[in-house]
């Protein structure tokens, strides 16, 4: 993936309107996923009064948390589609979906489609992974 930032002074005409703004960044993203190249602009207003070349960092650091996690439960495992009649059962299923990611994490696995599809049958291997040890493991 290829990130292009271009960031610019906020004119008086921003800075009136919000109050300690410095600059007006665009960040155009480019790449190949899924076998299919995409570009994305993104737009931000920032108080932070450092270089471009920082706020590139910056932006790669907030994205890369978006990406690991975020895009991943939303994405992949449709966490933003559940409803859930009872507030206990959100914090619960957040959970086991931290510690399924992390599994496959640490068990080797970059891509956590190709994760699932390698254990999501396989239970004793799954539980192998947090120590319990069953009558079908080998």
Not at 50 to 65: D, E, G, M
Request: aromatic share 8%.
């Amino acid at each position: 993936m290829r990130w292009d930032l271009r960031a610019r002074n906020a004119g008086e005409a921003i800075t009136e309107r919000w109050s300690g703004a410095s600059w007006i960044i665009e960040l155009v993203s480019t790449g190949v996923r899924d076998g299919k190249p995409f570009r994305q602009i993104h737009h931000f207003l920032t108080t932070l009064r450092t270089s471009p070349k920082a706020l590139l960092r910056l932006v790669r650091q907030r994205w890369a948390i978006e990406n690991e996690w975020h895009w991943v439960r939303d994405v992949r495992l449709g966490e933003d589609a559940h409803h859930y009649a009872e507030r206990n059962g959100v914090q619960v299923l957040a959970l086991l979906r931290s510690l399924a990611l992390n599994l496959l994490r640490t068990n080797g696995y970059r891509s956590i489609r190709d994760g699932q599809v390698a254990v999501s049958h396989d239970i004793c291997r799954m539980l192998g992974w947090i120590g319990i040890r069953t009558a079908g493991a080998g």
